[in-house]
């Protein structure tokens, strides 16, 4: 029987969830497939990942969890933080409103997602201050909680003195913070602060850190950055099927990519390639960046006609923003595929004529 094709040549930049899994976590996985070992996170390999991610992060104290997806580490960390009766600030553009179909609110049981308007995809302590006093009715959901995409969900990175003023703003209403870090390693890669500054050194109550996007083949750590509030959050994994039974097989790799460095190399990799994209599209007439490219993604402005074009010649990418193309690069993407994506927009606006 002829298997799937999974590399179509050229390759393609609709999301960085399209590539595969990177060398390092491959091993990982091939190695922890020999032999038996405890299940549902009852192992060594556990153990030694979660001390790993805590280390990372400095924080020897730290709760960490791993589930499998973004989006069951966002809805249960937004739980295990948020009670029923109370509200989750979030942009109007986080993944937690946008693209999880309810889970955060499905998960906790009835709170609320209050999403004020951000122009540029970053909340700031306005508007934070400004939903809590909304809602500070005793009849409202309080806000218990704030949520903030590191990188944002268009791709630019708070830099640590905002996440600092963004936690003190928190703090100051009774709120904790949660960090949305499905691309956190890009992040750290564009700063080239330490996890810990850019996390607990700065309020950041509890973080959800990406590995899926970052080159392993799934799961994500969810890290508690004070071990109390990390009740219950074990429950609740387990509540919803979260709680892999062969463990071993997301923690592996968490070790590996973190002691080999790989987690901030790909990320290294992706953020160079994306503005390796940008340089190279951005003279382009016509053509425009929607956003400094701050991290492994680029928004572009171009007329209709382009974009139908360049998706007639092959090429895949997701329209957001009401219209502005997105184009993510991983840690596989290879230079050649990246310069031929360029050439055939240049051409293509050269083709719609005098755009
Ligand atoms: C991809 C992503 C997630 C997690 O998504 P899953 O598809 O559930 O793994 C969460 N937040 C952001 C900002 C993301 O880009």
Redesign the pocket.
């Known amino acids: 029987m002829p298997l799937p094709q999974t590399t179509t040549p050229p390759q393609q930049f609709g999301s960085d969830?399209y590539a595969g899994l990177c060398p390092q976590a491959l091993e990982a996985i091939s190695r922890a497939a020999k032999g038996s070992t405890p299940a549902y996170g009852d192992d060594a390999w556990t153990r030694l990942a979660a001390k790993a991610v805590a280390d990372v992060f400095e924080t020897p104290d730290a709760a960490v969890f791993f589930v499998l997806?973004?989006?069951?580490?966002?809805a249960l960390a937004l739980a295990t933080l948020c009670p029923p009766y109370c509200s989750i600030i979030a942009s109007e553009v986080a993944?937690?409103e946008t693209?999880?179909r309810g889970a955060p609110e499905f998960f906790t049981g009835g709170a609320k997602l209050i999403t004020p308007p951000t122009p540029d995809g970053k909340l700031t302590p306005e508007a934070i201050k400004l939903a809590a006093r909304r809602a500070s009715s005793p009849r409202a959901s309080t806000p218990a909680v704030v949520t903030i995409?590191q990188p944002t969900?268009n791709g630019l990175v708070y830099s640590v003195d905002e996440i600092r003023a963004i936690a003190n703003a928190c703090h100051d209403h009774g709120l904790r913070l949660h960090m949305?870090g499905?691309?956190f390693a890009n992040a750290v890669a564009t700063l080239g602060c330490t996890p810990a500054a850019m996390t607990w050194q700065s309020g950041v109550d509890a973080l959800?850190f990406?590995g899926?996007?970052n080159g392993m083949a799934m799961g994500?750590a969810v890290v508690f950055f004070k071990r109390s509030m990390a009740q219950g959050f074990a429950e609740r994994a387990r509540q919803s099927g979260q709680t892999a039974s062969k463990m071993r097989f997301l923690s592996a790799p968490w070790l590996a990519m973190i002691h080999s460095g790989a987690w901030l190399d790909n990320a290294r990799h992706a953020n160079a390639s994306a503005r390796q994209f940008a340089q190279a599209v951005e003279d382009i007439p016509s053509i425009k960046l929607a956003w400094p490219v701050q991290s492994n993604a680029v928004f572009l402005l171009m007329p209709e006609p382009v974009m139908n074009e360049l998706r007639a010649r092959g090429w895949r990418f997701y329209t957001f923003f009401g219209g502005i193309c997105r184009f993510m690069f991983a840690w596989d993407a290879r230079p050649e595929a990246i310069a031929a994506l360029a050439a055939d927009l240049r051409s293509c606006v050269r083709g719609q004529g005098a755009l």
């Not at 997806?69 to 966002?74: D, K």
Request: hydrophobic letters at 20%; aromatic letters at 0%; glycine letters at 10%.
């Open positions: 969830n997806t973004g989006t069951a580490a966002n993944h937690a693209s999880e995409t969900e949305d499905a691309r959800s990406g899926t996007k994500e």
